[in-house]
Nanobody
Framework: QVQLVESGGGLVQAGGSLRLSCAASGSTFSINVMGWYRQTPGKQRELVGAITSGGSTNYADSVKGRFTVSRDNAKNTVYLQMNSLKPEDTAVYYC???????????????WGQGTQVTVSS
C-alpha cells in the first residue's frame, strides 16, 4: 500500500508564496509521474502541474510562470512552489502519484488527502 502525505497549505495574501510538499511511503518499484491537482466546490479536479521521474514538467496555463513542480526521487517527494498567488488559486490541492510495483507492470494512481490553500485579496 502506498500513502501520500501532503503538507504546507494555509492562508496567504495575494502576491505571496507557499510551498507544498508530498511524500510517498510504502513499498514501490518506481514512481513514474508525480503531480498536483486542485479542486474548488462544484468544479472538477484540475491538473496544476506534474513531473516525470526524468524531470519533464507540464503545467496548467493558469499557473505557468508562477508555479514550479519539482521532486526528490531519492525521497519519493514532490514539491509545488507557488509564487505570485491570486485569490483564484484558492482550492484544495491534492498530490497524485503513478506507482509501479514491478518492472513492466501497470501503474496505479494514488491520491493524497488534500491540503487547503486560501489566498486572500
Amino acid at each position: 500500500q502506498v500513502q501520500l502525505v501532503e503538507s504546507g497549505g494555509g492562508l496567504v495574501q495575494a502576491g505571496g508564496s507557499l510551498r507544498l510538499s508530498c511524500a510517498a511511503s510504502g513499498s514501490t518499484f518506481s514512481i513514474n509521474v508525480m503531480g498536483w491537482y486542485r479542486q474548488t466546490p462544484g468544479k472538477q479536479r484540475e491538473l496544476v502541474g506534474a513531473i516525470t521521474s526524468g524531470g519533464s514538467t507540464n503545467y496548467a496555463d493558469s499557473v505557468k510562470g508562477r508555479f514550479t513542480v519539482s521532486r526528490d526521487n531519492a525521497k519519493n517527494t514532490v514539491y509545488l512552489q507557488m509564487n505570485s498567488l491570486k485569490p483564484e488559486d484558492t482550492a484544495v490541492y491534492y498530490c497524485n502519484a503513478h506507482v509501479q510495483f514491478r518492472p513492466g507492470g501497470p501503474a496505479f494512481s494514488y491520491w493524497g488527502q488534500g491540503t487547503q490553500v486560501t489566498v486572500s485579496s
